[in-house]
């Protein structure tokens, strides 16, 4: 699928520094048409505060698949610190737009 990646490592590997803002745990039973099939357990991790403060659409598809969301409280420190992340981009776009403005 365009604009999908795949990463050879686990999450926790990949993104060591990025603190996981919420996790959805759903168990999922795949069942073929030959009567074979398989358990899933399955454990989405979300770092991205945007994603999560926008709207609350992986809340809601975890719940809707039985899932167990589980959300950093607004006053950890995991939180506090996507917030700092959020503001130093922000910061650093803007003053990225206003030295192409002025010509710097």
């Known amino acids: 699928m365009p604009g999908l990646s795949k990463i050879a490592k686990l999450c926790s590997e990949q993104f060591r520094t990025t603190p996981v803002l919420a996790t959805c745990a759903a168990h ?6 030959s009567g074979s099939g ?9 770092y991205n505060l945007d994603t999560l403060t926008s709207s609350d659409t992986y809340m809601k598809n975890c719940i809707d698949m039985q899932g167990d969301w ?7 420190d995991e939180y506090r610190e996507a917030l700092r992340a959020r ?3 922000e910061v650093e ?12």
Do not use: H
């Open 28 to 33: 999922q039973q795949v069942k073929e048409d």
């Open 38 to 46: 398989a358990d899933l357990d399955i454990v989405s991790r979300y």
């Open 70 to 76: 589980q959300a950093a409280e607004k006053d950890s």
């Open 87 to 89: 503001a130093r981009r």
């Open 93 to 104: 776009k803007a003053t990225r737009q206003l030295e192409r403005a002025t010509g710097q």
